[in-house]
């Protein structure tokens, strides 16, 4: 985004975010708080204990089960109570298909209803950190899973798209009912929404950001994968286990098994593991240059968080997306030494501040110092971190290796034996 545009952006979001900057004279006892900045980041203001409990499902455009209706999308939101009386918030928003099985995050939480089937508890902590700090938190049941219709698709179409609706849902484009079957708008948002996610959450909000939806204005992708093919295969080769598409999508729906049985019948012939190719059905699944999602297409700016040790999603997954995002977006990149794990877990206190300053700065226009920082926070070793003006480093040496003749790995230049093709040292 040009300097103009970010002037003008900060300036539209002023205007529907009315702040209150520390050290203003203070409002009266019986004023409704106003979100406040102080240092640069919003401060826990309002309360969690009286936020607005509510959820609405919303119309896709999409039949991912084939019974002839198009699915809808489970939300459940959790907003600043103020939000019900003329104060207009920005969404951080979480589209999840482990909200029934096995759980969300490192301790798997579920959710818990009340007798409105509201949730008394999100799992995570967006929502109450962030709830009183002025954000609403939409919590989306991917399609197929918990609450919402249709058929998991291991990170098809339909598992990007429930999402993209919802996007177009806070922004005015899409429907969404109650439960009496009454259309809801989404009056209180400024429709400014950032998507975050861990594992196949942070593919979502790839495959998403990669739409082009307007509205969608920053996701945060810890450890996600963009590109199925390249995660589960190695130079055509299949290494994950023959059936792998379709373990993931049982396990995480809890609908009777015949309900999604001809998608999943669909989903192992074409994904085609008995010869590794690589065909539509991984293409639909290449979030880089795919007919769903096109790196290209991004326009959300990005914070993604990469573990190098991870062997779950390896980090090629990263970076090969990453070195493809447009010029014009706005990023930012831990490259860790951890595994598959979101850095809650492991560099907490930095961490919380980190993501409250990003979000704080994309969703509400607070002024701080987020991007005059360096680009790229990199682990080296336990608690030995350095920061660099982007990855891989400006500065960086290429070294190539080449296979040699004894079975390692060398800087040796290879020639090929008359009459095999093959490459000796």
């Known amino acids: ?33 106003k979100i406040k900045v102080s240092g640069g980041l919003t401060q826990p203001v309002f309360s969690y204990k009286d936020a607005i409990r509510e959820h609405v499902r919303v119309q896709s455009q999409v039949d991912s089960d084939g019974d002839g209706k198009k699915d809808l999308v489970r939300v459940d939101i959790i907003r600043p109570k103020e939000s019900g009386s003329g104060l207009r918030v920005p969404v951080i928003m979480q589209e999840s298909p482990y909200y029934d099985d096995p759980g969300v995050g490192f301790e ?10 509201n949730v008394t508890k999100f799992p995570m902590y967006y929502d109450n950190y962030f709830v009183p700090r002025g954000y609403a938190f939409v919590s989306v049941d991917m399609i197929g899973t918990r609450l919402s219709d249709g058929c998991p698709t291991s990170y098809g179409a339909s598992d990007v798209l429930g999402g993209k609706a919802v996007v177009d849902w806070l922004n005015g484009r899409a429907t969404a009912y109650d439960d ?3 259309p809801v708008k989404a009056t209180w948002t400024t429709g400014r929404t950032g998507m975050i996610g861990h594992s196949y959450e942070g593919a979502l909000g790839v495959g998403v950001a990669g739409t082009g939806v307007p509205g969608l204005a ?3 992708n810890i450890s996600g994968y963009t590109s199925g093919y390249e995660n589960s295969h190695a130079n055509g080769t299949l290494t994950w286990f ?54 290209r297409n991004v326009r959300a ?23 493809k995002l447009p010029r014009t977006v706005q990023r930012k990149a831990w490259v860790t030494q951890y595994g598959h794990l979101d850095p809650f877990w492991a560099r907490r206190e930095v961490w919380l501040t980190t993501l409250n300053q990003w979000f704080d700065h994309e969703l509400m226009g607070v002024s701080n110092d987020i991007l005059r920082r360096p680009r790229v926070d990199v682990q080296l070793g336990p608690d030995r971190w350095i920061t660099q003006a982007d990855w891989p480093a400006p500065t960086a040496r290429t070294t190539t290796l080449r296979p040699q003749r004894d079975g390692s790995l060398g800087r040796r230049t290879t020639s090929s034996r008359p009459g095999t093709g093959w490459a000796w040292s």
């Open 1 to 33: 985004m040009s300097n103009s545009r970010r002037r003008g952006f900060l300036a539209a979001v002023a205007l529907a975010i009315p702040l209150v900057v520390a050290g203003a004279p203070a409002a009266s006892a019986t004023a409704e708080p």
């Open 108 to 117: 798997i939480e579920k959710k818990k209803y009340d007798a409105d089937g």
């Open 180 to 182: 009496q079957g009454d």
């Open 218 to 220: 920053t996701i945060v």
């Open 242 to 295: 023959k059936g792998g598409a379709r373990w993931q999508s049982e396990r995480v729906d809890k609908d009777p098994a015949e309900k999604c049985e001809a998608v999943r019948q669909r989903m192992d012939a074409e994904s085609d593991d008995e010869t590794g190719n690589y065909n539509a059905y991984w293409d639909e699944r290449n979030y880089r240059t795919g007919p769903i999602s096109k790196v």
């Open 301 to 323: 700016s990005v914070f993604s968080v990469m573990g190098m040790q991870d062997r779950n999603v390896v980090g090629s997954q990263f970076s090969e997306w990453w070195t």
